[in-house]
């Protein structure tokens, strides 16, 4: 198994979570503040340079108010 960072489905995780923060309207900084992390935390994960586990990826979402269903469907459906 190949390493996930910088593909194409990567691309496409970080590219709906950015989106999902967006249509929050929440900045990079409210996120963090949410999560009890650093805005380099979420900036790292949006840029693709850290990658984020199961966990992770479940509470940045449920920080935005977004739908994980509807961004693994996304993710998955990427060829």
């Known amino acids: 198994m190949s390493k996930s960072l910088r593909t194409r489905a990567h ?3 970080i ?7 967006h249509s929050a309207g929440l900045s990079q900084q ?3 503040d949410i999560l ?7 900036a790292k994960i949006e ?6 586990d199961l966990i992770e990826f479940l509470q940045f979402v449920r920080a935005v ?3 994980w269903e509807a961004i693994l469907e996304k993710v998955t459906s990427t060829k």
Do not use: T, W
Request: without cysteine; charged residues 30%; glycine residues 6%.
């Open 11 to 13: 691309r496409v995780l």
């Open 15 to 21: 590219q709906e979570l950015r989106a999902a923060r």
């Open 30 to 32: 409210a996120v963090a």
């Open 36 to 42: 009890e992390v650093s805005q380099s935390y979420v």
């Open 47 to 52: 840029l693709g340079e850290r990658r984020i």
């Open 65 to 67: 108010d977004g739908s």
